[in-house]
């Protein structure tokens, strides 16, 4: 069935500096990517999307890029603040099975 | 306004016992899920709903059954309850089948 997996499981950073958080996916016909960032204690709160007809989308600090070839999406934050600090889930699904399938989380904390 | 409303946030209860968490949503949306996020944090997708038709029936015990009175609610009851139902359980919206998913609070449940 779908999977998808996570990396890295904990990132730490300064503050100011970059983050990527990396998934892969297993089912080709995966075609929607969302991310979701938690904080302690609160619901996954929606951040980025990518479809599977676009490589790239930015807002602001986070980008999200998609290479259908390889089946990996990855996260990038840049200036991080400490505000940033949660666990990140990256997810997948498709027409096919309606199913949204998560990756197991990456918790970045930045220092200050 | 609370976009998916959640009731109740937290649930005590003895091993055993039959109990149901309630969910709302106010956005119009035509699909409702429920998740499952263990201690680990590992967010699992349960159950799903379209137009009040169930879409999405995962490996989940039959103690559990989803009911959706309308499009607005879907509500989760359990049945024999276990220890190894302690767990946060998150229902989320979105307007349609693979679009942008919403979630409510969540209901953290703890068995004793």
């Known amino acids: 069935g779908e999977n998808v997996e996570q990396h890295p499981s904990t990132l730490s950073v300064q503050e100011g500096d970059s983050a990527v958080i990396k998934c892969t996916y297993s089912?080709?016909?995966?075609?929607?990517f969302p991310w979701y960032k938690q904080e302690l204690g609160k619901r996954p709160q929606l951040i980025i999307d990518?479809?599977?007809?676009?490589g790239e989308k930015k807002d602001q600090r986070i980008a999200v890029t998609l290479n259908k070839t390889a089946k990996h999406f990855s996260l990038h934050i840049t200036e991080t603040q400490p505000e940033d600090s949660a666990v990140y889930f990256c997810?997948?699904?498709?027409?096919?099975?309606?199913?949204?399938?998560f990756g197991t989380g990456t918790r970045l904390q930045v220092f200050p | 306004d609370t976009a998916v409303s959640q009731t109740p946030k937290y649930l005590v209860t003895q091993m055993g016992n039959d109990k149901s968490i309630k969910c709302e949503q106010n956005?119009?949306?035509?699909?409702m899920y429920w998740y499952k996020q263990d201690s680990k944090k590992f967010l699992k997708i349960m159950f799903s709903?379209?137009?009040?038709?169930?879409?999405i029936n995962e490996t989940v015990p039959n103690r559990f059954s989803p009911k959706s009175p309308d499009k607005a609610h879907l509500n989760l009851h359990i049945n024999s309850l276990e220890l190894g139902d302690s767990a946060v359980y998150f229902c989320?919206?979105?307007?349609?089948?693979?679009?942008?998913?919403?979630f409510g609070d969540g209901t953290r449940l703890s068995i004793l």
């Open positions: 989320a919206s979105s307007l349609d089948r693979n679009q942008p998913q919403h």
């Open positions: 089912d080709s016909a995966s075609n929607y």
């Open positions: 990518i479809r599977s007809n676009v």
């Open positions: 997810a997948a699904t498709s027409y096919n099975t309606d199913k949204l399938i």
């Open positions: 956005l119009g949306h035509d699909t």
């Open positions: 709903y379209n137009n009040k038709e169930l879409i």
